[in-house]
């Protein structure tokens, strides 16, 4: 078996890892480039392989890291079986629709060809097959898939593939424990390799029990100044998780809760996939929620034209605004910073992972003064952030659950910034007998010989 690794090598976007072996070649996850300058670069760069010789692809979970690149992969001449739950195939049509929409406009706006078309999601959406979790699958002759819970987001899974007597586990993104929405990760008895995210990787999180205390104390202190709470947000998970928390626990903690909006149409849509799907939801929802309205949707203000989402400017403070993009790396929630990030009695909330280079991770590392469509803005609005929301596991989590799997040789920690793979790996160590390796972008791996870039073998033909 041989591993390359193609993607969220030393980095956080872009998955994509390459699993040969018995003459076939299968690619898990095909996700987009973020956040650098380079990203848009590496985009419309070349796969380091023949897209037509792969012969089947695992998509684990729907969010653009990881599935983005699919309808590239496609018009470059993939026409190989597309594997993942219901869920997941649902949302990364929604994703990969609604990123192709937005390269057009920038395609056209830097008068280059969008990296892919309407017509090319459409071929790929044919190849989709879809599966249950725990269900095996001999994806291609002698290769037989499990697709276990991952509890990241709804439909997300582990990839469990079992190949030449044996186990490789790719976890692709694990779920941060407990959650409101989902149960959690399903734990694996036993695997000769994993492949780990390490997104927080020498972070632990706040209790995700203070969590509502905190939204609850930033709410009530946005709204006692007659102020606005911008909160960007990723449409698939995080926006589900805020809306049924500030439903939920701000009638629990008694919370005042002014005029809010969903400001995203994408997001509008994933709430509707999640109702769909409720069997891959928490059980305990169930118990907490008499009725069907998890998410407080009948006192939600829903914008859905470019019209409908200027209007909410007009209407009187205190508001809460909640919108894409979740990293400020474009999205609406750019036309709403420009109104608001300049008064102190505004609160910008920030309630996900923001990648080096995006417009979220400098302002929460401290800048001052920002650009926005090549306007300078002065920050005056409060920054603050809620780590517990993340989807990823943190640091002790991903211990506990690769300490629990039997067996294990070598960990791959990817999906990481080296200093947070570096400290996850520290910490494996002293409690695990597995070698940890952290593979650096191209590199390739043969059961225990290692090709570092531009020395590996010859593969392509």
């Known amino acids: ?227 606005v709470l911008l909160i960007p947000t990723f449409a698939v998970e995080r926006t589900q998780e805020l809306l049924h928390d500030i439903e939920h626990f701000c009638t629990e903690f008694n919370c005042e809760i002014p005029t809010f909006y969903l400001d995203s149409p994408l997001a509008q849509k994933v709430t509707r996939v999640f109702d769909k799907y409720p069997e891959y939801l928490n059980k305990e929802l169930t118990k907490i929620h008499k009725s069907r309205d998890i998410f407080g949707l009948a006192r939600l203000r829903i914008t859905s034209t470019a019209h409908e989402s200027q209007q909410i400017d007009l209407a009187p403070s205190p508001k809460i605004i909640i919108a894409g993009s979740g990293m400020m790396n474009g999205g609406r929630i750019l036309y709403h910073l420009q109104n608001y990030i300049g008064d102190p009695k505004n609160t910008l909330l920030i309630v996900g992972y923001q990648a080096k280079g995006t417009l979220g991770r400098r302002l929460l590392d401290g800048e001052k003064t920002i650009k926005i469509f090549g306007k300078r803005y002065e920050v005056a609005a409060a920054v603050r952030a809620i780590s517990s929301y993340s989807a990823h596991a943190d640091a002790p989590q991903i211990v506990e659950w690769i300490s629990g799997i039997d067996g294990v040789r070598k960990v791959f920690l990817v999906h990481g910034e080296t200093d947070q793979s570096l400290a996850l790996s520290r910490a494996l160590k002293s409690k695990t007998g597995a070698e940890i390796m952290i593979p650096q972008q191209e590199e390739q791996y043969t059961l225990n010989e290692v090709y570092p870039r531009g020395q590996s073998p010859v593969w392509l033909s």
């Open 1 to 227: 078996m041989r591993l390359t690794f193609l993607g969220a090598a030393r980095e956080v976007t872009g998955a994509s890892i390459l699993v040969e072996a018995l003459g076939k070649k299968i690619l898990l996850d095909c996700g987009f480039f973020q956040g650098s300058k380079e990203a848009e670069e590496r985009n419309y760069a070349p796969f380091a392989f023949e897209p037509k010789l792969i012969d089947a692809l695992v998509v684990c979970h729907a969010h653009l890291d990881h599935v983005g690149r699919i309808p590239k992969l496609v018009r470059e001449g993939f026409r190989g079986r597309i594997y993942c739950t219901a869920p997941t195939k649902e949302l990364a049509y929604l994703v990969m629709e609604d990123n192709a929409k937005l390269m057009r406009e920038e395609a056209k706006k830097d008068n280059h060809p969008p990296l892919y078309l309407d017509e090319d999601i459409a071929v790929a959406m044919q190849l989709f097959e879809t599966y249950h979790l725990d269900e095996q699958i001999e994806i291609v002759p002698r290769f037989v898939l499990n697709l276990k819970n991952a509890g990241h987001i709804l439909g997300s899974a582990i990839a469990v593939l079992r190949v030449e007597e044996k186990t490789l586990v790719y976890t692709s993104d694990l779920g941060n424990t407990p959650s409101e929405l989902l149960p959690p990760p399903a734990k694996i008895n036993e695997a000769d390799y994993v492949i780990c995210e390490s997104t927080y990787g020498g972070r632990i999180h706040e209790d995700s029990a203070k969590r509502h205390e905190v939204l609850t104390q930033i709410i009530n202190s946005t709204t006692a100044q007659n102020g």
